[in-house]
């Protein structure tokens, strides 16, 4: 059995400023695994050492996503291989066009049976490309994962919903979208750290795989932001709670608030 | 010059950052509180390899680099100190001179079970009346026919009694004082070795530090780490690195006591806005920050000197002394810039402040590091 898993590899941000025309100053943010994506290698891990399965880890990205602590923190979270295509065309790719690399990456890979993702990326976290990467591939695609046992050809899935876990049974290929709290990652050990540069990670050119040309473009042409109010700085200071109570509502009252 | 850490040791301190911040901080509190040695931390940071890291995968270690392994002391000590200096002292004392000093056998016997973390290690050096005179000991190590007697005391021990291994101290010559030294690997459960009450201490009260006591407590001649009036020189040699381990843990109590106090200037407010707009409030920060950066400096420099061959005891005394002050000097601060509230149990930096003291005094105090400094100057 062969599972890939695809993650990214970006910035938190949180370790972002935004700037006084609404874009973003990334460049003090420190780079590393989106934040969700050990969650979806802890779930693909367990999944391997149970079958017995073969783990690749394959990314795609703008410039960085190459970089060999890329990989190494990857590697140190029980992959056995990664694949990265970097290129810089894709630093601003839309989740459309990522997912078309991934799915060529794929295929490039050949014989994968099963295909994991991270719930969302911590800087996108617009939760498309899973479903676009399984249209892409022609396979289902499932989100909100929590867990997945069992062996190729017969794999059993739990999702989340409302209210429950709905249980799946998957006899072909399909991606899997792990919900945010699908386990809890190991924290990798020291020898896991340092084997991890042992273990293969593949620089493949983007120009190697035959991606379709994408359809529509989309670029992002405006910004804006609601108006932050400025705070009143209010301080209740009465001891009595009912008598602050009835202060606090008449100072919303005041303010059109109630 | 480069100031960048490898990948690896990058690595190493988000893997260690993330285990101290969801296992090891949210005890420390209570470990503290309680005087409670931390028995569950022990197993979980073996399975990381945190118990020996700078020691070869061969004998059981990590074989990381001793910049990683005073990285790891450094996150576990921001959020726990004593957890930090259980972890150096089994390492850098108890260890490193069974690494450095011992035979192959005691190697085979040893090294596999303390790198891995199924041993723990302790130092037994000081006596009530021998801490910054270590050579004034006056525990004896009398030969026998099969093996040596080991008669005196020992205080402040950290790790016992927990501890599986002691590297202990002993005189077999005393009319030779530091010359007439020798160590030895004494085993737990060793007939005629005791532990008394632990000590009740201002800060790391989350390690113990017991008296021992030997009456009579005989080991075998092949107890006996390097030759015969060797002792002295191993001690002084293996507190030169568990110096460096010191400084690290003295860096993670002044970190931890920034963190706390940038994360409390921003949230709270006075005269209508957070006291992190205040100059005064900005000031002490810019000054924990540097004071922070430069200890920072030091401690991995010793550290690399290590990890490059390179003569360490010097630049060691350099980043004790630095960061042990610093460590004071800022928590310190930190408790000025949370007010009355950082006089309570509320925030950590009163442990912080408890804990930073101790780096000024063990594994030589702050005269000492100026002591071994100097007389490398005025050779």
Known sequence: MRIVLAYKWTCDPEEATARADGTVDWSRAKPGLSTYDPVAMELARRLAEEAGAELIGVTVGGKGVGAPIASKAALSRGLDRVLIIEDESLADAGRSELAAVLAEAIRHIGGVDLVITGDSSVDVAAKMVPTVLAGELGWPAVAEVTAVTGQDGALRVERAIPGGVQVLEISGPAVLAASADAAVPRVPGMKELLAAAKKPAELLDLSALKVPPGGAVMTVTGRSRPERKARKGQLINTADPAAAAAELVAALRAAGAL | ??????????????????????????????????????????????????????????????????????????????????????????????????????????????????????????????????????????????????????????????????????????????????????????????????????????????????????????????????????????????????????????????????????????ERVQFGKPIAAQQAIQWMIADMATQIDAARLLVYRAASCIDNGRPYSTEGAMAKLFASETATRVADRAIQIHGGYGYTESYPVERNYRDAKITELYEGTSEVQRMVISRSYLR
Not at chain 2, 46 to 52: S, W, Y
Not at chain 2, 143 to 157: P, T, V
Not at chain 2, 244 to 257: E, F, H, P, R
């Open chain 2, 1 to 266: 010059m480069d100031f960048e850490l490898t990948d690896e040791q990058q690595l190493i301190r988000d893997a260690v950052r993330e285990f101290a911040d969801t296992e090891v901080a949210p005890i420390a509190a209570e470990l503290d509180r309680d005087h409670r040695f931390p028995y569950e931390l022990l197993p979980r940071m073996a399975e990381l390899n945190l118990m020996g890291m700078p020691y070869p995968e061969k004998v059981g270690g990590a074989g990381a680099d001793y910049v990683s392994y005073i990285i790891v002391i450094e996150e576990i000590s921001r959020a726990c100190a004593s957890t930090g200096i259980i972890l150096s002292a089994h390492t850098s004392l108890a260890t490193w001179p069974v690494y450095k000093f011992g035979s192959q056998a005691q190697h085979d016997r040893y090294l596999p079970d303390m790198a891995a973390g199924r041993r723990l290690g302790a130092f037994a050096l000081t006596e009530p009346g021998a801490g910054t005179d270590a050579a004034a000991g006056t525990t004896t190590a009398t030969l026998h026919a099969d093996g040596y007697a080991l008669n005196g005391s020992k205080i402040f021990i950290t790790n016992a009694p927990h501890a599986d291994v002691y590297i202990v101290f002993a005189k077999t010559d005393p009319d030779r004082g530091a010359r007439g030294m020798s160590a030895f690997i004494v085993e737990k459960d060793t007939p005629g070795l005791s532990v008394g009450e632990a000590e009740h201490k201002l800060g790391i009260r989350g390690s113990s530090t017991p008296p021992l006591y030997f009456a009579d407590c005989r080991v075998p001649k092949d107890a006996l780490l390097g030759q015969e009036g060797d002792g002295f020189k191993i001690a002084m040699q293996t507190l030169d690195g568990g110096r460096i381990g010191v400084s690290a843990q003295a860096l993670g109590i002044a970190q931890a006591a920034l963190d706390a106090s940038v994360a409390y200037a921003k």
